[in-house]
């Protein structure tokens, strides 16, 4: 009879529980440290609220060319690309903002009068460095989280089913037990301690952005880490975006795309990505696409 | 003398019939006041792209977009019965409830944004709102106000068939006390 091993553990500031279906515990222990370590080495590298990381070091270069090791060029290169293909709107400049209103690292940093954007960052592919502008603090959130999931999962190749869930953020493979799929809830915004949906899934990945978990105060307004990076402004209008997709890089992205669109233009966005998605609004109503529905399970 | 009366007759008539026109104005405009607080928007060529132009139209549409939402709040407090939240300990018992004939469609005035029209319709029973729907976007279901589905003593005691919990980036602390530490203790 098929058994259930888990391993949870902490890294990037956030639980990470790892669920393996039919394999020995001496294995699961041992797959549990190799993801640790995996995630620890991303958390070094694209952390901002460490003074040791890679991150830190170049926010702290600002103005100055600086060598990176290719995965953090890598990841700034991509969210660049994705800042272009959206105007915009994802910005890894939003660092800028996060870091003025006091979430992070560097601290007793000000709002500069021109807040730079992704057109000013600098990238030197070919000595593989960085030169971000002056007073431009760089934050790659909304992809980080996703690229540690994919590169950690590479080393259960022989386990025919597994789960990882990363604060919220999962990826599954195989079956559970009894060949059955995945059975994965969506926390409800308003009582954390309750669900708003179960689907059912198989080998893909499911991530939810959202506006009420990450808060703190800023001269006696609340912020959420979610910013328009056109208006300098948390977003207003979604609690938060579900979605399903293969890898768990991919799924990151879309949530943190769909959400900083809003309700209707992220609702487009993702139906021409053919990804299904669960949306829930600032007046706790719930949209979906019927693709997402169809893997709902208990309706 | 009587042109003195008069003239202080037809001076309190205008006043009167002054205040009489004043109040029958604002009742009739408080009592026509209803969801289409703003006008909708003169037709826009539908924008596929990302372009400054296109987010630029975005904000405005948005800016009108959240009166029309706000209108809609003021039906959904007025109308809106208590919506109780469900609980139950396995999600084999949640149960659907079906619309009953006696329910009613309401649909508001179309509005265009770059990317298409957008209605919204509502379905009201009862004086409740039970479901509200935007038709033209395509391949959605309706909409519909999520209820909350505690599970935390069946995540707890090892029952609730679900494996793992997504949601909005949760940190380490307060992990055991969430859904997803009661997954991970339960299997532990």
Redesign the interface.
């Known amino acids: 009879m098929e058994h ?3 391993g ?1 553990f ?1 890294s990037m ?3 990470i ?1 790892t ?1 393996f279906v039919d394999i020995s515990k001496d294995k699961a222990e041992y797959y549990t440290q190799k993801a640790k370590s995996i995630f620890d080495i991303w958390d070094k590298r694209c952390s901002r609220f460490r003074k040791d990381s890679e991150l830190f070091l170049l926010n702290e270069k600002r103005g100055q060319w600086y060598t990176v090791s290719q995965e953090l060029f890598a990841v700034i290169s991509d969210c660049v690309q994705l800042a272009e ?3 915009g ?1 994802f910005d890894p400049s939003v660092g800028t903002y996060l870091a003025a209103t006091g979430y992070g690292l560097p601290q007793k940093f000000s709002l500069p009068k021109y807040v730079a954007t992704f057109r000013d960052i600098e990238l030197d592919i070919t000595r593989c460095r960085i030169r971000c502008y002056k007073d431009q603090i760089l934050e790659p959130a909304g992809i980080v ?1 996703g690229r540690a999931i994919d590169d950690a999962v590479h080393i259960f190749n022989d386990v025919s089913g597994w ?1 990882l ?1 990363a ?4 990826r ?1 493979h195989g079956n ?1 037990i009894s060949g059955s799929d ?15 949906a ?1 689907i059912s899934v198989h080998d893909q990945s ?9 808060t703190w105060n800023f001269h006696h307004e609340l912020w959420q880490h979610q910013i328009d990076m ?1 208006q300098g402004r948390p977003t207003a ?1 979604l609690k ?1 975006v ?1 979605v399903v997709v293969n890898t768990a890089e991919e799924a990151d992205i879309a949530t943190s795309i769909a959400l900083l669109y ?1 309700l ?2 992220g ?2 966005f993702l ?1 021409e990505k053919e990804i299904p998605y669960l949306m ?1 609004d600032d ?9 997402f ?1 169809a893997l709902e ?3 | 003398m009587w042109k003195k009366f008069l003239g202080k007759f037809l001076i309190y008539f205008f006043v009167i019939a002054f205040c009489l026109i004043l109040l029958v104005g604002i009742y009739r405009i408080h009592k026509t006041k209803i969801v289409t607080a703003t006008e909708p928007i003169s037709p826009q060529t539908p924008n596929q792209g990302t372009t400054a132009s296109s987010i630029l139209s975005n904000k405005k549409i948005q800016n009108k977009r959240s009166s029309f939402n706000t209108a809609k709040t003021q039906i959904t407090q007025t109308k809106q019965t208590q919506i109780n939240t469900k609980q139950t300990s396995s999600l084999s018992s949640k149960k659907s409830t079906p619309v009953p004939s006696t329910s009613r469609v309401v649909t508001g005035p179309t509005y265009q944004i770059p990317w298409g029209n957008v209605t919204v319709q509502i379905t009201v029973r009862d004086g409740k709102i039970i479901a509200v729907r935007t038709p033209n976007v395509p391949n959605s279901s309706p909409s519909r106000y999520a209820a909350p589905i505690l599970v935390q003593q069946a995540l707890q005691a090892g029952s609730a068939n679900i494996q793992g919990v997504s949601g909005a980036t949760y940190m380490s602390i307060g992990f055991k006390k969430s859904l997803e530490g009661a997954i991970a203790q339960a299997g532990l």
């Open positions: 259930v091993e888990h949870v902490h500031g956030i639980p529980h669920t293909e959206t105007g709107l989280k789960m869930n604060g919220g953020d999962i599954t559970f995945w059975h994965v809830a969506i926390q409800h915004p308003d009582k954390l301690d309750a669900i708003v179960v499911v991530a939810t952005s959202g506006t009420y978990q990450t056109r209008g938060s579900s809003g209707d233009r609702q487009i139906k829930i007046l706790t109503i719930r949209h979906s696409s019927l693709s529905d399970i208990g309706q």
